[in-house]
Every structure is written in C-alpha cells, then in structure tokens.
C-alpha cells in the first residue's frame, strides 16, 4: 500500500467518523418509545449521560440509568405516572439536586426534598447534587472519636466511631430500627445532627418514628427523607442519596452526622424492579450484576474528614433485613463486606426476653474500638470473652447437673452480665452510667442479689448514685476515666445501696 492510497483511506474515515459527530449533535432531544412502571425507553437522546436528569415532555423528571447503542434507559421521578410514548425528552446536563442546609433539620422530605410534613415549603435552601464522589484518602482523618449509642451492649462491645459505617443486620422485628432510633435520640446535645432515611417503610412506621424523635426534642437535630412502600421504585432508588447529599453539606461544614439507612434490603429490591423492567439480565437472586457498585458507592461516602478539610465525619448505619438469619444471602454479604463492622441482631435471643438481641459472638466493630474512651476501655475489655464462655458453658450445664464451684460461679457471674446488658427501648444510658454499671460487674458485686433482680437493682443503684454521688458520676463524664478512688467508692456506693434496695 503506498502513501497516497493510505491518505485517501484515512480521508474516507475521517469523512465518516466527522459524519457520525454530526449525527450526535443533531440529536439533542429524544422522543419517547415505550413507558410502563416508571420506567422509559427513548430513542434518540445520544448525547445523554449515565445519571444524568432529563426533562420528559416538560411534566416529569427522569433519571438516565441505561445507555444502549439504540436508546436510553432512564427512570420517570414524578409521583404518578406521567410520561407517556411520544414524549419529547430533553437532556439538562444536570443530575439531581435536593435542598440541604440547616433549614431542613426539623423537617420531613421525600426524596426529592420536597417537605411533607405540613410544615410548608423550605425557601432558599442551598442545593446539592444527590450523587457525589466519596472524599479522597488523603482528605480523610483517622477515626478518634466514639459515636456513643446510648446502649450498653453496643457501646461497651462493638464501639462506633465518629466516620464509622457499622451495619444493623437481623431478622425481621428483632429491634432493628430501635436500635438506630436509639442512637439517634442519644446525640441529644452532642453537636451530633441525624439524618434517618426510610426506604419502603410503611407510611405508619415512619410517623410512629418522627413522633418518637419529636417526642424527646430529637426533631431540633435530625432530617428525615421518607419513602414509603407506596412510592415508586426509583423514588426509592435515590432516597439512601438523597440522605447522603443532607448529610454531606452538614460533613464539609465541619459537623459531625449520623445517617441510618433503613433498610438497604429494600433498597436493593427497589433497584431490582427497575432493572428487570429495563430487560437487564438478572443475576443471582436476580438482582443485576452491578448490585454491590449501588451500596459501595453510597457508603464510600461516609468519612471522617481531617483537620484541614474540616474534621466533619458521616457516621452512617445501614440497616438489613435477613431471612431466617441467613447472613450469608447476596445482598446481606455485600453490605457486611463493604462495612467497617455489623451489629447482629438474633431472632432466638429477642424472644428469650434478650433486649437488644445482640449477638456477641457474631457482632463485630473494626475500627471504633481506637475511639473508645479510656474509662469504657479498662470496663469492657474482657465482657466479650467472658459472655461468650459463659454461652459455652450454658450450652454444656443443661447437660450435667454435677458442675464444680468454679462452673457454677461463672454460670452466675454470666447470667448477671446478660441481664446488666438488658435495656429497654428508648432508655439510653451516659456514658459514665454505662461505665459505673460495668465496673460493678466486672468486680463481680452483685453476687448477693438474685439473678431476676439485677435489673431493678441497677436502675436504682444509678438513681442512688445520682443522689448521693453526683460528683463520681460527674468526675467520670469529665475525665473520660475510672480511678482507683472513683472504683473503691462505687464499691462502697454498692454495699450501702444493697442494704436499703428493695426495702422502700
Ligand atoms: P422490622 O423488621 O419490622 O423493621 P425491626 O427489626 O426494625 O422490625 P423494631 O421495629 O425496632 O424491629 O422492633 C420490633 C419491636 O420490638 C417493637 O415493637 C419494639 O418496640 C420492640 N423492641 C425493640 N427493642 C426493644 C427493647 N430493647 N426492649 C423492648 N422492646 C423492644
Ligand atoms: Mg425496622
């Protein structure tokens, strides 16, 4: 082949590739085929991008979610049903935005941040794309500072820290979103705000959940974006990143939040209607192949910023439903991959009067445990392994009833910290309540007081406390610590308590 030929083959392209430019750009707008359950094919539209926001008709909005060689994807966002075949659709170049800022603390938004909370509309709030590259690794900080949850069990074994993304895996009604309620009540004058996304929760859940929070002046702090059962798949496809987008502009003005995801299940079967009404090849459990990429890229987001860009954080705790425990289903795996730690959460023990129905063995936290206080460290440290033996050593006692004195001992000690662990809903405990109550069990103190009445004894041990020690519990808040001093005085404190317990 001499120069020449190889000249006129390469004009002969260029002609045709300057052909197909021109072809796009003549294809600004495109015009709908098909509409059905939310979802859109359009032909034409060859310039639109993945994610990107289309203007269906000048009725409805729409998500591209798909780019094919003939057609584009994309989801309808409106409540009802709007567009319709023969549409004219026009690309925006923008993707989604919702209100963030302060005026939305104290308010519930759907996905799309539009209030429905009767409290009129949220005028002159910024806006943030719903979808956002994660912080880099050279602008995150270390996690240093614990998240405290108010619940025993949680704080003193599986610890959160401030940028930590921990998981709430169990059944379904084994307390999960108490736990996460729980939590949310107990940032209460923490400088801590909240973000709680629902995600297919029934409507009446949500308004059981928003009068709880108001109930104990948790609104003051807290942003709810609600998608009910009722909404269509896409609407609940972009709450989890319409919560994200809240929490992020409170994250780069250098607070820190917390944002639950309830529940990330729902989530992924949300997602997978839409796929399969895309035609999009179903993979196991016939949810799409890219099903891990929908969660990691919402949870990359939650991040402890550093001192230069702010020190802000994103604690997020997603929440998922198994079936029948199995934690090892596609969805649950992903998720427990992608975290930093779970809280599991068991069916058996929920029901045995367990409550939070955490399971020690299987609950793990990876990194929250370097954000412990020091107090709650020198308490905590041998609780796991010490309930887990005490579980082993249940399991073989109902075999035998010829146990030596060291046996029994640990039988009891055991059953004592299970029922220090018991908390009811809503009654989050401080700190450096958490921490007296687990010094009097690691010092083994209530080995007089029968295993039915820990519970009652604890709860007017602490009230003695407050009474007649307000100094110890205080010197403990301050400090972040347990003393000697502090240690022999809460023994005292204990002997004296035992004499007049249950005697009023
Ligand atoms: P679902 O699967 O319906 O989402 P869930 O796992 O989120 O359920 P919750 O709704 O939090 O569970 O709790 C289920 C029930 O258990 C509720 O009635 C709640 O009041 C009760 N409950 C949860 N935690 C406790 C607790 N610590 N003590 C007593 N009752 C509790
Ligand atoms: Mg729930």
Redesign the pocket.
């Known amino acids: 082949m001499n120069k020449e030929e190889i000249s006129r083959i390469e004009e002969r392209v260029r002609k045709k590739l300057n052909a197909v430019q021109l072809d796009c750009a003549a294809m600004p707008a495109g015009r709908v085929r098909f509409s059905g359950d939310g979802v859109i094919k359009i032909d034409g539209l060859r310039n639109a991008k993945y994610g990107e926001l289309l203007d269906v008709g000048g009725v409805a909005q729409a998500i591209v979610l798909g780019l094919n060689e003939n057609d584009v994807d994309a989801i309808v966002l409106s409540e009802e049903d709007k567009a319709s075949a023969g549409m004219i659709v026009k690309a925006t170049g923008r993707i989604v935005e919702v209100p963030v800022g302060k005026k939305l603390l104290g308010r519930v938004v759907n996905p799309l941040g539009v209030p429905i909370d009767g409290l009129g509309q949220i005028k002159g709030a910024l806006r943030r794309p719903i979808e956002a590259a994660a912080p880099e690794i050279v602008d995150r900080g270390k996690v240093d500072a614990p998240l405290q949850t108010g619940i025993l069990a949680i704080d003193a074994m599986v610890p959160i820290g401030r940028g930590q993304r921990e998981l709430i895996i ?1 059944d ?7 736990v996460a309620v729980d939590a949310i009540l107990n940032q209460k004058g923490k400088d801590v705000l909240c973000v709680y996304v629902a995600v297919g929760q029934k409507a009446s859940s949500v308004a059981a959940i928003l009068h709880t929070l108001r109930e104990y002046g948790a609104m003051d702090y807290t942003v709810i974006v609600c998608s009910t059962a009722k909404d269509s798949a896409p609407l609940q496809y972009i709450a989890p990143y319409s919560g994200c987008a809240i929490a992020e502009e409170f994250m780069y003005a250098g607070k820190d939040v917390l944002i639950v995801y309830d529940d990330l299940s729902k989530h992924a079967v949300a997602y997978r209607a839409m796929s399969l009404l895309l035609k999009r090849p179903p993979g196991r459990e016939a949810y799409p192949g890219d099903v891990f990429y929908l969660h990691s890229r919402l949870l990359e987001r939650a991040a402890k910023l550093s001192e230069e860009k702010g020190g802000g954080s994103i604690t997020a705790l997603p929440i998922v ?1 198994t079936m029948a425990g199995d934690i090892s289903a596609y969805v649950p795996t992903n998720i427990i991959s992608i975290t930093d730690g779970q809280i599991y959460l068991e069916s058996d023990l929920f029901h045995a009067g367990i ?2 129905a955490v399971n020690v063995g299987l609950s793990v936290s990876r990194v929250g445990s370097s954000a412990q206080i020091a107090g709650m460290k020198k308490v905590s440290g041998k609780l796991r392994l010490d309930l887990s033996q005490y579980r082993e050593l249940a399991v073989f006692a109902q075999f035998g009833s010829d146990l030596d004195g060291n046996t029994v001992a640990r039988l009891e000690q055991g059953k004592r910290t299970t029922e220090t662990l018991k ?3 809503h009654a989050t405990l401080a700190v450096e309540k958490q921490i007296v109550l687990l010094y009097v069990t690691m010092k083994e103190l209530l080995k007089d007081v029968p295993v039915e009445k820990i519970v009652a004894f604890n709860a007017e041990f602490l009230t003695y406390l407050e009474l007649h020690y307000p100094d110890i519990l205080q010197s403990i808040r301050e400090t972040g610590d347990i003393s000697m001093d502090i240690g022999i005085t809460i023994e005292d404190a204990v002997t004296e308590c035992k004499k007049t317990f249950g005697k009023e």
């Open positions: 169990g379904r009604r084994t307390g999960k979103t108490s439903e409550r939070p908390q009811d809903i």
